[in-house]
Each structure stands twice: as structure tokens, then as C-alpha cells.
């Protein structure tokens, strides 16, 4: 549907309204099968298929990609968003320059590191021995009853008329773990 060629019918609404139709079809669910799809695809494919379209990128122009915006560039595609068209040169540079310094995260020296460290591991030790008192034994549960069971939670799921695309990829996640765990066992 989104790259529908509507046999030479160049009527840009018309191919406007068949990509907004796919986007307003696709669920989250699709959503992610197509990241769980993509992420099962082999590192060394991608790169096969790299080396084959190369000689056709190769002919492209790529002397307006060089990554980087300008100010002025930056500051045209602001004044396009509604509610930010006053925005001058000056305020966008500063905003750009305003957080230049930080780093995203907290800089330690290996002095704090350290004593932050010690200071967790002293507030989780004493949160441990409460929690010592609670000890239940439990049995262990092997791989191959692990997997039947997630396999039968998965088919009662996809029947259930209310379940949730995110508890179905949920379920699916854990009981394909838990298949490449059983199979690691059998080897």
C-alpha cells in the first residue's frame, strides 16, 4: 500500500492519501514485528547487500550531504513550525550553545566513582538482610517445560479477543528465549 503505483497516475494527493492510509493502518503491533524482523536480519547480509548497490551509489551526488546545518538553515525550517516563526538567528544560537558544556550525563572523578559505589553497595547490603529472613525454596523448572508452557500462554493469548499487541510481542519475546535456551541445552 504505501508504495502503490497507481498505473501512471500522477496525481500527488492521490499518492499523499495512500501513504497517510498506511500510516494511520499500522499498528504497534506491526510496529514491532518489523523492528523484531529487522533486528533478525544478520550483521553480515546487510553488509552483503551494501557491497551489491555501491556501484549505484557511487554515481550519486553527495556534495550537499555533508551532515551539518547551518544557523540560518536551522532557523528557515523553525520559522515553518507554527509558534516558533519569531524565532531570530541570535536566539537560535544560543539555544544550539546553551548546553555545548554538558556532557549529558554526571562527570565524576575515579575518587567519587569509587565512594559512590561503596555507598551503594553499603545501602544494598543493608536492604539485603531484611530480605534474607524471606528465603522460599523453589524447584527448578526445566527449559523444555519452560518453552511448552509460554507456547501454550501465546495460543490462548492470540484467541483471547481483548489481548494487547504488546503482551502478545511480550509473550513471544520470552517463549523465543526461552526456545534458544532449550535448544542450547540439547546441544
Request: include cysteine.
Amino acid at each position: 500500500m504505501l508504495f502503490d503505483d497507481t498505473a501512471g497516475d500522477d496525481d500527488d494527493e492521490e499518492a499523499g492519501c495512500s501513504v497517510v492510509q498506511f500510516w494511520k493502518g499500522l499498528t504497534l503491533k506491526d510496529c514491532l514485528m518489523i523492528n523484531e524482523d529487522w533486528e533478525s536480519v544478520p550483521e553480515h547480509t546487510l553488509k552483503r547487500s551494501w557491497r551489491k548497490l555501491r556501484p549505484y551509489l557511487e554515481n550519486v551526488d553527495q556534495s550537499n550531504d555533508s551532515g551539518s546545518v547551518t544557523v540560518n538553515e536551522l532557523n528557515g525550517l523553525l520559522k515553518q513550525i507554527p509558534g516558533y516563526g519569531n524565532c531570530e538567528e541570535d536566539g537560535v544560537s544560543s539555544w544550539l550553545d546553551c548546553d555545548a558544556d554538558d556532557a549529558g550525563f554526571q562527570l565524576m572523578s575515579d575518587n567519587e566513582i569509587i565512594i559512590a559505589q561503596v555507598q551503594k553497595t553499603q545501602y544494598d547490603d543493608d536492604n539485603s538482610e531484611s530480605d534474607e529472613d524471606e528465603v522460599i525454596e523453589t524447584s527448578k523448572i526445566s527449559n523444555s517445560d519452560t518453552f511448552e508452557c509460554f507456547a501454550q500462554g501465546l495460543m490462548w493469548l492470540e484467541k483471547l479477543t481483548d489481548s494487547d499487541s504488546t503482551e502478545l510481542i511480550l509473550l513471544k519475546q520470552v517463549r523465543d528465549r526461552t526456545a534458544k535456551r532449550r535448544q542450547s541445552c540439547l546441544r
